[in-house]
C-alpha cells in the first residue's frame, strides 16, 4: 500500500493538522470485535511537533464522560507514513495516509503487530460530522480490499445515535 497522492512531507503534515472527526473505522482485531456495538464518533486533533512528527489527541464518548487519548506519531522516510508504539498494549504500529484531500477527508491504515499476532485497522476521518456516501463507499470499499469482512466495517454513530448498521 502506498501513501496518499501527491503527499508532501512538510506541507502534507501541516494541512492534515487541526480537528477531525472519526466518521468509519474498520478492523479485524479482537478489541474491535468485542467493543464496536459501543463505539461512537470521536474527535481526533492533529498537531505537528518541531521535528516533523504528528502529534495526535483523540477524545472519545465514554459513559456520560469523556476519554482523551495522546499519541506521537513518528514520520518515517516514506511521505505520508509513521510509525507508532503503544506502550500500554506494547503494539507497533505502522499508519499510512492512504488518501486525503486536507480539507474534506482522510483515509488512513493501520497495520498493528504484537506478541500475539496482528492485525489491520482503517480509519476514515472528516473534518465535518458528516460525509457524502461516495466517501463512505470509498472507505467500506477500501476496508474489504484490505481484507476486512462487512462485520468488521463500522461507520461511526454520533453520541446518543445507534450505528448506521443498526439502523438498516
Known amino acids: 500500500m502506498v501513501s496518499a497522492p501527491g503527499w508532501q512531507l512538510s506541507r502534507g503534515c501541516?494541512?492534515?493538522?487541526?480537528?477531525?472527526y472519526s466518521i468509519g473505522l474498520a478492523s479485524n482485531s479482537n478489541w474491535f470485535k468485542e467493543k464496536?456495538?459501543?463505539?461512537?464518533?470521536?474527535?481526533?486533533?492533529?498537531?505537528?511537533?518541531?521535528?516533523?512528527?504528528?502529534?495526535v489527541t483523540s477524545t472519545?464518548?465514554?459513559?456520560?464522560?469523556?476519554?482523551?487519548?495522546?499519541?506521537?506519531y513518528i514520520k518515517t522516510e516514506q511521505p505520508g507514513r509513521f510509525s507508532y508504539n503503544s506502550?500500554?498494549?506494547?503494539?507497533?504500529?505502522?499508519?499510512?495516509?492512504?488518501?486525503?484531500?486536507?480539507d474534506e477527508y482522510a483515509l488512513v491504515a493501520t497495520q498493528i503487530s504484537k506478541s500475539t499476532g496482528s492485525s489491520t485497522m482503517v480509519l476514515l476521518?472528516?473534518?465535518?460530522?458528516?460525509?457524502?456516501?461516495?466517501?463512505?463507499?470509498?472507505?467500506?470499499?477500501?476496508?474489504?480490499?484490505?481484507?476486512?469482512?462487512?462485520?468488521?466495517?463500522?461507520?461511526?454513530?454520533r453520541t446518543g445515535e445507534s450505528s448506521r448498521r443498526e439502523r438498516l
Not at 42 to 51: G, L, R, Y
Not at 60 to 72: A, F, H
Open 87 to 102: 506502550p500500554r498494549w506494547g503494539s507497533k504500529h505502522d499508519i499510512r495516509v492512504v488518501e486525503t484531500n486536507y
Open 125 to 157: 476521518y472528516s473534518r465535518t460530522k458528516e460525509l457524502s456516501p461516495e466517501r463512505l463507499e470509498r472507505f467500506t470499499q477500501f476496508s474489504r480490499e484490505q481484507g476486512l469482512t462487512d462485520e468488521e466495517i463500522l461507520i461511526l454513530p
Open 14 to 20: 501541516l494541512q492534515l493538522t487541526g480537528r477531525w
Open 36 to 55: 464496536k456495538h459501543l463505539m461512537k464518533m470521536c474527535t481526533t486533533v492533529i498537531s505537528t511537533t518541531a521535528d516533523g512528527n504528528l502529534e
Open 60 to 72: 472519545y464518548p465514554k459513559g456520560d464522560q469523556c476519554e482523551k487519548k495522546n499519541s506521537l
